[in-house]
């Protein structure tokens, strides 16, 4: 049983460092010029210490008449060439695996991020926005260290293990057998300890996209948290996700981080193991010392690697739980492909159609039964009805961000899944109940992606909703930096939303409870201003209050995912039915 667990752990390990493999792939130049100058830089340490034998070897002659200084100046010359040559080498290396690191860095960021556009929304409605900001900041970064850091490293190490133990079988068979015999003992127990390791340092990465999630919960909740005094609550819900991550790492890098003491301890022992098997070789003729002199370079040489090569495994194994992490992210079921689309509305009169819409979240639980109804262009549609009844359900499956299970929707008679989402959506204007600003120019963030939209334009726009006088009063006016800095009210937020939405000047539009955040003279600024926005365009209105939608040309009543009345304000209230149930019960409230 344990060995099919550590079959699997290999397998699964493995299977990580080939995806970062694939990752380096488009650079593999880079990657075998590296690799080439790792081998030759790690050449010319190897040769190093048979010129120290040399060395020593013309001092003991000299001893006992001349030192010959012209002899080990020459040497030493060589040697410091040596040496200095291995310095630019690995300079060099440095600086090329430096520039693939970034760029296999840019390119896992550029993945997810186009990823992220081809996800469904289902997959961040069982998904944290924390986790994913994990996989492209802190997994990728653990890959980018990892092949900067490790990749050069295991070569030249492994070129230096294998080197060196060549010179010292080629140079004293007896001495490097009792060396190589003392590491390998060392290098059995790291194995050892790697295997208990790796499950460790997969919880450790996903306790750390645990914990991202968390805290970017708690941070965009904070005010909720002050109000409620829930501090403790969030603190003690950190605390477990901290704790579990604190003991995952704990152990990870404890175990981990044995190896290298370990390897300096049998590195250690074995300068003992050589220093006196040397000296009873000496005494015995069979060798000259400087034959120790180098042997003692020559176990460093190959200990050392041992040393890099135990961190390197530990390091490895946390780069390929984010890789593991990374791939689960971005093989990801991805939204149907589109590119057999070739029909595409262009000029559209604003006819909508729902018919016979069932949908679903999951398949064994429907939200939406059985909802029809015809809209006719310019008409003002309003969807009422209480919380969770299907609402804002209807909106997002209008505007395509989820497929439905059955039925069709139709904008001017043509079914919206015979057009591509892009091709939908161009149509539809749209103001949700949440806000959206982004980093940007106030005039940014009110043309965003619609292009050559004149300055007069947007400047009209702000003037219907109400806020160019308070653009005016910005230090820049339009042009105004906006970030997480800015101390713009819900209200002001609002009203840049709908300016947006004016300037796109959609034939489609959608207010999901446009106007719940601002207060009642500005509600009545921003609904003149929608009056007009509205006029000759398919619209649909969201309203908890019910007030504001009298005016709607039909009014859908849901209730349980189903459309049970249909009608103006007027005929549903003679009707006596749900809705007049619903409208008076507001009222009674003083709504």
């Known amino acids: 049983m344990r060995r099919n667990w550590t079959l699997k752990q290999d397998k699964e390990k493995f299977e990580g460092l080939k995806a970062i493999a694939r990752y380096s792939e488009p650079y593999k130049v880079s990657v075998v010029v590296v690799l080439i100058l790792a081998v030759v830089g790690a050449f010319f340490i190897l040769i190093g210490p048979k010129q120290l034998e040399i060395i020593t070897n013309l001092i003991l002659e000299g001893l006992h008449s001349t030192i010959d200084l012209a002899a080990i100046g020459k040497i030493g010359t ?254 990801e079921e991805e939204v149907a492909t589109e590119h057999h689309i070739t029909k595409k509305l262009d000029d559209i009169k604003g006819d909508v159609e729902f018919e016979h819409v069932k949908f679903g979240y999951t398949s064994d639980k429907m939200i939406i039964h059985d909802f029809s109804s015809k809209i006719q262009k310019g008409q003002k549609v309003a969807i009422v009805g209480p919380t969770g009844a299907g609402k804002t359900t209807m909106i997002n499956l209008l505007m395509r961000f989820y497929e439905l299970n059955d039925g069709s929707i139709k904008l001017d008679g043509v079914p919206a899944h015979e057009l591509t989402r892009a091709n939908v959506r161009d149509k539809f204007s749209m103001v949700l109940q949440d806000t959206w600003i982004f980093e940007g120019t106030v005039l940014e963030n009110i043309v965003y992606s619609k292009q050559d939209v004149p300055f007069e334009e947007v400047v009209t726009a702000c003037k219907k909703v109400g806020v160019d006088h308070f653009i005016r009063t910005l230090p820049h006016g339009y042009d105004t930096v906006l970030d997480d800095t800015s101390t713009l009210s819900e209200g002001q937020k609002q009203q840049l939303t709908i300016a947006r939405a004016m300037v796109k000047n959609a034939p489609l539009l959608i207010l999901d409870e446009a106007t719940s955040s601002v207060d009642t003279r500005t509600e009545l600024i921003i609904q003149d201003a929608m009056d007009e926005l509205m006029k000759d365009k398919t619209s649909f209105v969201i309203a908890h209050r019910l007030s504001t939608i009298r005016d709607a040309d039909k009014i859908l009543v849901m209730k349980d995912g189903d459309i049970i009345e249909t009608g103006n304000h007027d005929e549903l209230m003679a009707s006596k039915g749900f809705y007049y149930e619903l409208y008076n019960s507001q009222f009674s409230r003083g709504a």
């Open 78 to 331: 060589i040697l410091m060439s040596i040496y200095g040559i291995g310095f630019v080498i690995n300079y060099i290396k440095r600086y090329l695996m430096a520039g693939v690191t970034q760029r296999v860095n840019d390119d896992l960021r550029n993945q997810i991020a186009k990823k992220i556009n081809r996800l469904p929304l289902s997959y961040f409605d069982r998904i944290s926005y924390g986790d994913v900001l994990s996989r492209i900041t802190n997994d990728v970064d653990t890959i980018g260290r990892t092949l900067n850091q490790s990749l050069p490293t295991v070569i030249s190490s492994v070129t230096l293990l294998v080197g060196s133990f060549i010179m010292m079988m080629t140079t004293n068979v007896i001495m490097a057998t009792s060396a190589v015999l003392v590491t390998l003992v060392g290098f059995s127990i790291v194995r050892f300890i790697t295997v208990r390791s790796q499950p460790y340092f997969d919880k450790q990465q996903q306790e750390t996209g645990n914990l991202n999630g968390y805290i970017e919960e708690a941070y965009s909740g904070h005010n909720v948290i002050k109000v409620y005094n829930a501090s403790a609550h969030a603190r003690k819900g950190f605390s477990k996700i901290n704790n579990r991550l604190y003991t995952n790492g704990w152990k990870a890098h404890f175990l981990s981080g044995i190896m290298t003491p370990l390897m300096s301890f049998i590195g250690n022992l074995s300068y003992v193991v050589v220093c006196v098997l040397g000296a009873v070789l000496v005494l015995m003729g069979r060798i000259e010392f400087g034959v120790i002199v180098a042997f003692t370079v020559y176990i460093r040489q190959f200990n050392n690697p041992l040393s890099q090569l135990t961190q390197i495994i530990s390091d490895l194994q946390t780069a390929s739980a984010a890789s593991i992490r990374i791939q689960e992210f971005l093989s």
